[in-house]
């Protein structure tokens, strides 16, 4: 390389702390670089089925190396940077494969009129020239004029603070909304109910009457061997109260079995099962 | 069908041996438990359910945690039979038959009282014996004096992992009885059951059953339900 990396006064120690460091921001840079482009090739190529939690991922991974990129720069023990001066020895018109490689194909040539481009420390010029602008347009500017300023742009970013957070509280609880909605509670108990003991299956009664005494009443009338007194507090409690009467009878005490087979064949008669 | 005849003369004192080569006692039936050859098989059971517009996101969990197979789909129809004593808890068999692989054996189940156990045991427990029989078992279980209680078709996916069975599938009730050809669904949900059948007293089964679950949490909560909470 033409390139040489010099300190003033630079003693053998500082030197080779130097390379160490250079060498740690090479591998770090490496990695970044590495998955920004992993990053890249899954928006390019995945966009199809991209989910946003793998986004998001990609986005941490490149967030977490930057930050570590930030605190190897600021270590103690990182030589400073801008105090090293780096010139170019030797310019050549000549394709140079050597940098070829290390730049991965993007620089061919190491000549005059790449370097200014690759070794400059301060902005483009037109940068410079619209800084200069409006540093002298920030100079004209009355003390007045600049407090009013201000006081608007304040306002206008504590008003968009204020929306941003609103958005953010409801995608949040909009979040837990849609978590909570994978299941229902109620479906399941209904569900099992229904494998376990057929309740609300029994559709008999309701679509024809003929079939309703085959299907429902000897049933229920086998299960009776608990009298029918039983029998008649249940069917009055079943058809007053509808939906209570589910949780009446789930109480603890009440006999176990046979009171709900009667309950679940009078729900099924009385009210239609498919209710949410 | 003259041995259905004559079996049905016996029913008082039902004593099937020569059937299938398992021993049920018909009443009182309670008291007795029914074992599966020589072997007391226990089912061990998580129960849970997921709304409709959340199924595809658990299959799609249940795809990557499960084993490598080909996920399978059935449509069964499920036929619960009681035999009727004069005394204690009817007897009662569930017959299912695949709907859309009708050359399959239809499958007949036995399912003992659930038992919920402490908080050590994670899952619930019950005796089960499970029996491949032939297409007229219908015919079979009302001559020997079974009566149909009631009957749904079950629809969904199949899915295994090690010796876990976990089916995620809809119910749908009989618009008409015994006609699967109209049907209506009971709800919004799929039940998502998962099982193991396994000697009894391996309760280090309900470990493995209850870790599996957490992995499909938020997704579905499975629980042990206790049936009679949900009567």
């Not at chain 1, 494969?97 to 190491?110: A, K, L, Q």
């Not at chain 2, 009182?28 to 599966?36: E, F, K, N, R, T």
């Not at chain 2, 039979?81 to 007949?108: E, I």
Request: with cysteine.
């Amino acid at each position: 390389m033409q390139v040489r990396a010099e300190g003033p006064r630079s003693t053998q120690r500082e030197e080779k702390q130097l390379e160490n460091s250079i060498d740690v921001l090479i591998n770090q840079v490496g990695d970044l670089k590495k998955s920004l482009a992993s990053f890249i090739y899954k928006l390019e190529n995945e966009y199809e089925h991209l989910t946003w939690p793998s986004v998001l991922d990609s986005f941490a991974l490149l967030s977490g190396q930057l930050s570590t990129l930030n605190k190897m720069l600021k270590n103690d023990k990182t030589p400073l940077l801008r105090n090293q001066v780096i010139i170019p020895l030797i310019l050549s018109p000549d394709r140079d494969e050597e940098i070829m490689r290390v730049t991965e194909g993007r620089v061919p040539v190491f000549s005059h009129e790449v370097v200014p481009d690759h070794l400059r420390t301060k902005p483009d010029p037109e940068v410079e020239e619209q800084e200069k602008q409006l540093t002298t347009e920030a100079a004209r500017l009355t003390p007045d004029v600049a407090l009013k300023q201000i006081q608007s742009l304040n306002k206008m970013c504590s008003s968009l603070l204020e929306k941003i957070n609103k958005e953010e509280r409801e995608s949040e609880s909009g979040g837990l909304r849609q978590n909570k909605s994978t299941f229902n509670p109620a479906d399941t108990s209904a569900l099992v109910a229904a494998v376990t003991f057929g309740k609300g299956l029994s559709n008999r009664r309701p679509t024809g009457p003929g079939g309703s005494s085959v299907g429902g009443q000897p049933n229920s009338a086998g299960m009776m061997s608990s009298g029918p007194t039983l029998q008649q507090v249940q069917i009055s409690m079943g058809q007053n109260q509808q939906q209570m009467s589910g949780v009446a009878m789930s109480q603890p005490g009440q006999p176990g079995k046979m009171v709900s087979n009667i309950k679940t064949n009078i729900k099924s008669a009385s009210m239609h099962p498919y209710q949410r | 069908m003259t041995d259905t005849d004559a079996l049905r003369n016996a029913k008082r004192s039902t004593r099937i041996d020569a059937w299938c080569g398992y021993t049920m006692e018909a009443p009182p039936v309670s008291a007795m438990p029914v074992s599966g050859g020589t072997i007391n098989m226990m089912e061990y059971l998580l129960q849970g359910s997921v709304l409709d517009q959340s199924l595809e996101s658990l299959l799609h969990r249940l795809r990557g945690l499960c084993d490598n197979m080909e996920p399978g789909t059935f449509q069964d129809h499920e036929m619960v039979f009681l035999l009727k004593g004069q005394q204690g808890s009817p007897f009662v068999l569930r017959a299912r038959r695949s709907m859309d692989k009708p050359t399959m054996p239809w499958h007949l189940r036995y399912l003992g009282q659930p038992e919920m156990g402490d908080k050590s045991r994670h899952a619930l427990v019950r005796n089960c014996v499970d029996i491949a029989t032939s297409d007229n078992l219908m015919e079979f279980l009302l001559e020997m004096g079974f009566r149909l209680d009631h009957e749904f078709v079950a629809q969904g996916h199949i899915f295994r992992r090690g010796s876990m069975k976990i089916v995620v599938y809809k119910i749908f009730r009989l618009l008409v009885p015994g006609s699967t050809d109209s049907i209506e669904a009971l709800s919004l949900s799929y039940l998502v059951e998962v099982s193991v059948v396994a000697p009894a007293g391996q309760d280090v089964i309900s470990e493995e059953m209850r870790n599996f679950a957490e992995q499909l949490k938020p997704l579905v909560h499975l629980e042990k339900i206790d049936p009679k909470r949900v009567m």
